[in-house]
């Protein structure tokens, strides 16, 4: 079991990994919920797959329990779901001193962190992350968001959990894809800020990937914390977090998000700008070739789609790291070691 514990200015709270916590799930939330009225959102698969067990557990609650069983997919992070949430809520009489807990992924996550940053001008809720890209990344460092038909997370806060429960066997259910969706997160961090975390990913056999997994969880986890805890409101370095990000973003816009999930556009964006900045001597020689390989070993794609420069110029223009006239772009001095280089948004044409 690992322990962590994210300490911002107005906000601490724990982040426990552990192999099979879902075993035990309710002595973790009892130690939050003492006879307050709980409500559980999820989504129909987890509900199909952990349902039945989710609710013996809570039934050892001394609370009532109430469960929000949503539509699987991005179209649940939305203003009409969030709509119903609060009517739901409203109907189930919840207070200021009852919770909602996130039992998903990061679609489930963000709405739920949302609803409860907004309900009643804010409810405590607790996240169970079910998913890679949700353990390793969306349930910690409190952004909260639904979409807008113009575009993704337009509408959000930053709103912390009281807590984060993470049981990394939960993945052994998560649909292949949606495992190197997040294993792209995963290698981005071992990029950014880790070595060895790279060199874990390049040095283990691939058919024991789940027995390293709480390792892997918890070293990803500790560099968001890291990261969070020196830049908050994402100002500075919490932007390192975008690696791959610029492209990789643009990619899955231009292809209306059906062709490439966000970890394979973050996967060729993270190759891409490395070929790129080492082509112009900012990053060590053969950076490019380990990032392609590793990528390769977790399923994931490296070669950039045939885009036009224009409309790959557009769809970066308004990108979250612009800042006026500036793109904050983020490279790699060599493996484990980020940084951030500020372009002319003019110049953006040399990175493609
Ligand atoms: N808040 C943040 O900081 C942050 C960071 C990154 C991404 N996000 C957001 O996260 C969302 C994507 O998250 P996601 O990839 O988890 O998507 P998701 O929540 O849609 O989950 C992916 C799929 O996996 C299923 N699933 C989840 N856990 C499972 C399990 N253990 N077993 C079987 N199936 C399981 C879900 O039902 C869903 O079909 C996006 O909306 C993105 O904007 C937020």
Redesign the pocket.
């Known amino acids: 079991m690992y322990t962590l514990n994210i300490n911002l200015p107005d906000k601490s709270y724990p982040i426990i990994i552990e192999k099979d916590l879902f075993n035990s799930i309710d002595t973790f939330l009892s130690q939050y919920i003492k006879g307050n009225k709980v409500v559980v959102l999820t ?4 509900s199909n ?2 349902g039945k067990k989710l609710q013996n557990k809570l039934n050892n609650l001394n609370s009532e329990v109430y469960y929000i069983v949503l539509k ?3 179209e ?2 939305s203003l009409s779901v969030l709509e119903k949430v609060y009517s739901e809520l409203l109907s189930f009489g919840i207070t200021k001193s009852d919770y909602l807990i996130a039992f ?7 709405l739920t ?1 949302f609803a409860a940053a907004t309900y009643l001008r804010g409810i405590p809720f607790i996240q169970v ?6 353990q390793v ?9 639904v ?1 807008l038909p113009q575009g ?2 337009l509408i ?1 806060s930053f709103y912390h959990p009281e807590a984060v429960f993470i049981d990394p066997q ?6 292949p894809r ?1 495992l190197a ?2 294993m792209a ?1 995963v290698i981005k961090y071992g990029c950014i800020k880790d070595t060895e975390l790279f060199e874990i990913l390049e040095n283990i056999d691939i058919t024991d990937l789940m027995q390293h997994m709480e390792k892997i969880v918890y070293k990803c986890c500790n560099i968001k914390k890291s990261i969070v805890e020196e830049d908050e409101k994402d100002d500075g370095s919490r932007m390192l ?1 975008n690696f791959g990000h610029t492209f990789g973003h643009a990619i899955e816009k231009i292809f209306c998000y059906e062709k490439y ?3 394979e556009g973050v996967a060729i964006g993270m190759h891409h700008i490395t070929k790129k900045s080492e082509e112009m001597g900012l990053t060590e020689i053969n950076t490019s070739e380990r990032i392609k390989g590793l990528l390769g070993k977790y399923n994931l794609p490296v070669s950039f789609p045939h885009i036009d420069e224009k409309s790959l110029l557009d769809a970066v223009a308004p990108d979250k790291k612009s800042r006026g006239r500036m793109l904050n772009l983020i490279l790699l001095k060599k493996i484990g070691s980020g940084f951030i280089h500020t372009i002319d948004k003019n110049d953006t044409i040399n990175y493609i």
């Open positions: 989504d129909e698969n987890l797959i952990y699987a997919g991005e649940t992070k998903g992924g990061g679609v489930i996550g963000d962190g992350p079910t998913s890679l890209l949700a990344d969306s349930s910690i460092g409190g952004k909260t968001a979409n993704k997370n959000g939960m993945l052994s259910t998560l649909h949606y969706d997040g997160e977090l999930t966000h970890g």
